[in-house]
């Protein structure tokens, strides 16, 4: 099954379009990885996180479960820096850089050992989504990072998986 | 409905700033600061550079002096139109004239927008306007002729009576031929008016845009702005950018101004407070 992630920036809603996009880079990418997330034919996909920015992205697509892909609304810590939305706590940069190692190489067995609690701590969202995603999956065959960044001090992911039970 | 400037068209929502270019020796504000044609034609360049939508060309000072008559007036634009149409084909060109006579010759050298700031002094001036497919403004004056100061003038209720002068003004232009996408409402701050007007009209703005016509407003540094805060004029900025927002939060649309830059950031976000343009650039709580 395809797996999209993408982060819950709400810079990504509609509602809080401005005249600029401060977010266009990101959500070009974002669009493509769901574009990928549905060129295999998917017809209905469940999302775990942020159902609005999901539906955002996915254009009319039928959000439901079960689904024939899965669009996972995730991302890393707003904690990493003095400039960050939540200040910072020096515990994000690790964190960070686990869950990152591990969506980029496809390690759901890391992504089922992520603490959520210590993700909440870092103001991290929807680490609990992950954790899922590694208990639902035993491999993943093939996993693409195509966006590591935080240009605001939150950490974004766009990752795309192919992911088997 | 689409705003329609001579040749140049915009959406019904969008707000327009008009910088003022005197062509005259003697106008309140500059004080001949561009009477002296280049001088004027850099203040073109300096406007368009500030975003400036519109120009607003005028001959002939407002109020009181020297004569000026219509072969002087045409003398001090007509040229003046022509050059700044051939150097900004993108820019609006107005010109400020009560005078059909004179709204010919600039209408024949390009000029888009006619403002008949006189209220309708001229009765051919919107036939002039049809002729050319140029837009117009209407105002009211209270009936006052050109170039006259209002003296103890009252009104049952001031919004009404320019409600009813320029809606009637704007009817008759249609009637006469002028596209109904180019005719342009202006309650004229100042103009047949004593201050206490001028405020009221301000205050209830609201109703000249519910006429549904597009509403200018000219307020940059008038004297009811100076009477109101005691300020002589060359301290009116605070006072003229207040009003600003006021009227751009009734709906006014084309804001006839001296100071540019500073009165399209104030329309700015006067329209975003009201829903109606969004914010720049937001990310702050929104990462």
Partial sequence: MRVVIVPGAL????????????????????????????????RTVEVLGDERIAGALLQGAEI??????????????????????????????????????????????TLRSLDPTLGDDLLCANIAGLVELGARFSTCSSSELRYADDPYGVRYWVVCLTCES | MTLKLGRHEFPDDATLMMAIVNRTPDSFYD?????????????????????????????????????????????????????VRAAYPELVVSVDTWR??????????????????????????????????????????GGLPPRTDPHRIEYDDVVADVIATVVAQAERAVAIGVDRRSVVIDPAHDFGKNTFHSLEVTRRLG???????????????????????????????????????????????????????????VVDMACSIAGRRPPARAIRGLA
């Avoid at chain 1, 509609?14 to 998917?42: S, T």
């Avoid at chain 2, 975003?51 to 007509?78: C, W």
């Avoid at chain 2, 888009?112 to 004056?141: C, M, Q, S, Y």
């Avoid at chain 2, 000249?208 to 004297?223: F, H, Q, Y």
């Fill in chain 2, 31 to 83: 004080k001949g600061a561009t009477w002296a044609e280049d001088r004027a034609f850099d203040r073109v360049a300096q406007v368009v550079d500030e975003g400036a939508e519109i120009v607003d060309i005028g001959g002939v000072k407002a109020g009181y002096g020297e004569t000026v008559d219509p072969d002087e007036e045409k003398r001090r634009v007509v040229g003046f139109v022509a050059r």
């Fill in chain 1, 64 to 109: 439901g479960a079960p689904g024939d892909a899965l669009l996972v609304v995730a991302n890393g810590s707003a904690r990493r820096s003095t400039t960050s939305p939540g200040y910072l706590d020096e515990r994000s940069l690790p964190y960070d850089e686990q869950v990152e190692s591990a969506l980029a190489r496809g390690d759901l067995a």
């Fill in chain 1, 11 to 42: 810079a990504l809603l509609p509602a809080y379009r401005g005249l600029v996009d401060p977010v266009a880079d990101l959500r070009k990418v974002c669009e493509e990885a769901v574009a990928w997330l549905l060129e295999d034919g998917a």
């Fill in chain 2, 207 to 265: 109703e000249m845009t519910a006429t549904g016509w597009p509403v200018l407003v000219s307020l940059s540094n008038k004297d009811f702005v100076g009477e109101t805060l005691d300020r002589p004029v060359g301290e009116r900025l605070l006072g003229t950018l207040a009003t600003t927002a006021i009227s751009a939060l009734a709906g006014a649309q084309i804001f006839r101004v001296h100071e540019v830059a500073e009165t399209r950031q």
């Fill in chain 2, 100 to 141: 059909s006579e004179v709204a010919h010759a600039v209408c024949s050298e390009g000029a888009d927008l006619i403002n008949d700031a006189w209220g309708g002094h001229d009765p051919k001036l919107a036939e002039v306007a049809a002729a050319h497919d140029a837009a117009l403004v209407v105002t009211h004056t």
